[in-house]
């Protein structure tokens, strides 16, 4: 059972901080402050936007504090005069400085998306699709200094459908470590669990994503392409060049056959809702695609544009 007596400060930003948020909240854990990044400018018209572990903590009447740093003499003073229990975090999106982890009598946990020590760093699921893995998880840790390096709590798996976007497993992702974290408090505030060192000689990083690793190269196999476009359709957007111009490609559908004939990078369907381009080994349908300049569409609104012959990425 939830105690209400425990004092928790909640550090979190995007969708899959406050969906964690609310299973402390639908559990009856005492919140008394949530960490979240400032707003930031979203979309074309760069309008200013609160994250979503923000707008859910509001709509629960908790408090909202948004440093522009953790490092400050106002926020370490600013989390000390909340007198916390314990500080968890997810997704939050900066390292905590050593005295703020010092501040809560039961340290700091951080609900981390991917099996520990794989994938540490700003972009494990980005990263688990990126290298084709059909199982990631949730790892529940104790926090350090270091970028999530600490013991570890408890682990879940989840399995990576292959046509699951980051988006889509961060979903799934978020719902299973909602419930390992609410399994997992009460246990680790009682000393029921022995924390469990990382193995150093597994350890694999997940370094932010950059514009650049979204470019498509179809001389790799359809897997791999198929892989880059899901892993990265919610920023910055896979993308390609066809007659010089930038052509930007969020969803595909993964084809297991090849085109003899064809060359990578090749349209050899393009007829309804099918547009069909050969890769090194395999092909792939192309669902959902935006010319530089032009709108995002899908591929049955779209495909009739494209001829077969015509070659992405020369």
């Known amino acids: 059972m939830p105690n209400p007596d425990i004092r928790i400060v909640f550090m979190g930003t995007p969708e899959f ?3 964690v948020l609310e299973g402390l909240c639908d559990a009856g854990m005492n919140v008394v402050l949530c960490v979240s990044q400032p707003d930031k400018p979203v979309g074309r018209k760069h309008i200013i936007t609160a994250p979503p572990a923000k707008v859910y903590a509001l709509s629960k009447g908790i408090e909202v504090y948004q440093p522009d740093s953790l490092k400050t003499d106002e926020s370490y003073e600013k989390i000390l005069s909340v007198n916390p229990d314990l500080i968890i975090t997810a997704a939050y999106g900066k390292i905590l ?6 501040i809560p009598k039961f340290e700091c946990i951080n609900v981390h998306a991917s099996l520990l020590p794989k994938y540490r760093g700003a972009a494990p699921v980005q990263y688990s699709i990126l290298s084709g893995d059909d199982v990631t998880g949730v790892t529940i840790m104790k926090m350090d200094a270091g970028m999530d390096t600490g013991d570890m709590l408890r682990q879940v798996e989840v399995p990576i459908d292959i046509d699951d976007t980051t988006e889509s497993l961060m979903n799934k992702l978020a719902v299973s470590g909602k419930d390992l974290l609410l399994d997992t408090i009460d246990d680790y505030i009682e000393g029921k669990i022995e924390p469990v060192p990382q193995d150093q000689s597994e350890v694999t990083v997940s370094p932010p994503v950059k514009p650049e690793d979204a470019i498509l190269d179809f001389n790799c196999t359809a897997r791999e392409v198929h892989d880059r476009i899901r892993a990265l359709s919610g920023w910055p957007g896979a993308s390609t060049t066809l007659d010089g111009k930038r052509v930007k ?14 060359k990578p990078g090749e349209v050899t369907v393009a007829h309804k809702a099918d547009l069909k381009v050969r890769c090194r080994e395999g092909s792939v349908y192309i669902l959902e695609l935006q010319s530089e300049g032009g709108k995002r569409l899908k591929a ?5 544009n494209y001829k077969p012959g015509q070659r992405f990425g020369v």
Do not use: G, V
Request: one cysteine or more; aromatic letters at 4%; glycine letters at 0%.
């Open 17 to 19: 901080s406050a969906t």
């Open 97 to 102: 400085p050593q005295r703020m982890l010092d």
């Open 300 to 304: 049955i609104d779209c495909a009739h």
């Open 249 to 262: 490609i969020y969803a595909s559908r993964l084809e297991a056959s090849s085109d003899d004939d064809a």
